[in-house]
């Protein structure tokens, strides 16, 4: 298609009425705890093997931000499995765990959303925290009660970037199909992806932030009967960084998945987030000061500085992601889901614009374009 023909198409899009949140449902295991009591449970375990473990230790307690999670197992159940460090029994402890959160999730969407589970004509799922053939969505299909003539489409590998990347299918989907009704399921058990004997910075850095929990959210394409609560889903877009396959992501063998945390992510956010955020702001005639609501990852402290700084926000901007995690720790694919469904609590004037973003293996970068 000719440059000046995807220009116009695009413009005519952008006018267009999109898709539109029409509930979400967040859930989380039982067992909740102080970070203190977790940063003691892991220096019991890996990190007291090492000086820099323990120094690391030291820097998360005086500056993660986060204060309580929770976890699929009891506190010292989880130590002890990790102690095993048997993958089967991991992810069978993960399959289990995950399919009881996604239901109670999925349910619970469509509950607020005042849907029937037959009305549901797609379902979207994403996870990167266990493995699972037939897939979770299609595990949870009939015990939900949706249709077996359900569209669906799982997703895995997106990691903290998932949650955004699956609005942003969601998105596409029911710009197909506006007469329809889709469901966006995240589930995410990082705890259970802890290795005892992984003595890496970036293991000790996953242990102490990430917390586990699921999320669905409802959405009805704009030509479908009803009274969504919930922002438009307005445009989307996507940002792969070339060479940058190592920086964030899995090393999956026999010992289950190891965490590849580089450093490097905070410097990567901080010098292409802007230029994806304006590409996408532009073709709507946006700049970030006219944002209301930043519905942001909650990747860690640095990861904040450097979207708060590469996007020169005012420094409450990112208030509900902070929130988020003081409270979850981060959720990979669900904590944007977990922000936005605060945000949806206390939603910003009507017909103001928001931006939904995420970063994630590849290096990647997803955005959505929301208007409340």
Request: glycine share 10%.
């Amino acid at each position: 298609m000719p440059m000046r023909q995807a220009t116009h198409d695009r413009t005519r899009q952008s006018a267009v009425a999109g898709p539109q949140v029409a509930a979400i449902q967040t859930v989380f295991p039982p067992y909740q705890y102080r970070q203190e009591e977790i940063l003691a449970a892991l220096a019991r375990t890996t990190l007291l093997e090492s000086e820099t473990g323990a120094l690391v230790l030291r820097k998360i307690r005086a500056s993660s931000g986060v204060e309580t999670r929770s976890l699929s197992l009891p506190l010292d159940k989880l130590v002890g499995l990790a102690h095993r460090e048997d993958f089967t029994e991991q992810n069978r402890i993960w399959l289990d765990t995950a399919m009881d959160l996604g239901e109670r999730a999925l349910v619970g969407a469509l509950r607020i959303a005042g849907i029937q589970p037959q009305e549901v004509d797609a379902v979207i799922s994403t996870t990167v925290t266990g493995l699972a053939v037939p897939s979770l969505e299609a595990r949870l299909a009939h015990r939900a009660g949706l249709r077996p003539d359900v569209k669906r489409i799982p997703l895995f590998g997106n990691g903290c970037a998932g949650g955004a990347a699956g609005l942003a299918r969601l998105h596409d989907y029911l710009l197909a199909h506006p007469g329809q009704v889709a469901v966006l399921l995240a589930v995410e058990l990082c705890t259970l992806a802890h290795q005892r004997s992984d003595g890496s910075v970036a293991n000790i850095v996953a242990g102490s932030l990430f917390g586990d929990g699921a999320a669905a959210v409802v959405a009805f394409g704009a030509r479908r009967d009803g009274c969504p609560a919930g922002p438009e889903l307005v445009d989307t877009h996507s940002l792969l960084v070339p060479g940058t396959e190592d920086v964030l992501g899995w090393d999956i063998g026999s010992h289950g998945f190891r965490i590849l945390l580089s450093p490097e992510v905070p410097t990567l956010t901080e010098k292409h987030l802007p230029a994806a955020v304006h590409g996408l702001l532009a073709r709507h005639a946006l700049a970030p000061h006219q944002i209301a609501s930043w519905i942001i990852h909650g990747g860690g402290p640095k990861v904040f500085t450097a979207v708060q700084q590469a996007l020169d926000l005012q420094p409450g901007a990112l208030e509900l992601t902070r929130r988020s995690v003081a409270e979850r720790g981060n959720l990979s694919s669900v904590s944007v889901l977990d922000v936005l469904h605060a945000a949806m609590e206390t939603p910003p004037p009507a017909d103001t614009p928001g931006l939904l973003a995420a970063m994630g293996p590849g290096f990647a970068i997803e955005l959505v374009l929301l208007r409340w």
